[in-house]
């Protein structure tokens, strides 16, 4: 069955400081890991795809098979980075490609 | 830019009792989904739809939900018999191909 941990449901962080968001993940086939994001009063919406290997907002995630995990980075927290943050797996190119399993999610707090 | 558009914002309903949510994805997507958060938990898949029929669902998803896209248009999540731990958020989301979600902002069904 696959799974998907976020060990920590709250973060607190400084404006400026580094972030790391953890995230695990048990999948017996072929992963495609994704970041979730949910700012205050608005949607859940996509934040990056480790298969694009990209940074968005400052933020990137690098996929390490060995260590199962998909953790989040940004350098220098900024005070709108503070929200609700997902992993998230699904079976890469499988019919089942939408089928999203969730982390629990970690509260992101970024102080000034 | 265009949203996932979902209709009511909150719904209250009694034990026992249908109800119908429903979603208005983005117009030129062909991949539809529910998903679900009960409160305090993780976002969960109830449901895929693709070419006007499920493509997978999850073993939350038993004889009690149906989804239906009625007019091209609309997207419905029905339950036929509400029980108190239907009580949830439950969101829509579609896709243009299956890869990137967007969500819509989410119904809060209150059973009671």
């Known amino acids: 069955a696959q799974r998907v941990t976020q060990p920590e449901k709250l973060l607190s962080v400084f404006k400026g400081a580094p972030v790391e968001l953890k995230c695990n993940y048990s999948y017996s086939g072929s992963p495609e890991l994704f970041w979730y994001v949910q700012y205050s009063r608005q949607r859940l919406q996509l934040l990056l795809r480790h298969i694009s290997r990209e940074s968005i907002k400052g933020f990137t995630a690098d996929l390490n098979k060995g260590e199962t995990s998909f953790h989040l980075k940004k350098p220098f927290a900024q005070e709108e980075d503070s929200a609700m943050y997902y992993c998230?797996?699904?079976?890469?190119?499988?019919?089942?490609?939408?089928?999203?399993?969730f982390g629990q999610g970690t509260i992101l707090t970024v102080h000034p | 830019e265009p949203e996932v558009t979902q209709t009511p914002s909150h719904q209250v309903t009694q034990m026992g009792q249908e109800v119908i949510l429903r979603c208005v994805p983005i117009?030129?997507?062909?991949?539809f989904y529910w998903y679900r958060q009960i409160l305090g938990q993780k976002v969960e898949f109830l449901v895929s739809?693709?070419?006007?029929?499920?493509?997978?669902k999850s073993e939350i998803f038993d004889d009690q939900f149906s989804v239906e896209r009625p007019d091209g248009s609309n997207f419905t999540l029905k339950i036929r018999s509400t029980k108190l731990e239907d009580s949830a958020m439950y969101f829509c989301a579609s896709s243009d191909r299956g890869e990137k979600l967007f969500f819509g902002s989410g119904t809060q069904l209150s059973v009671l």
């Open positions: 117009s030129n997507h062909l991949y």
């Open positions: 739809f693709y070419n006007n029929e499920i493509s997978e």
């Open positions: 998230a797996l699904t079976n890469a190119g499988g019919t089942s490609y939408g089928k999203l399993t």
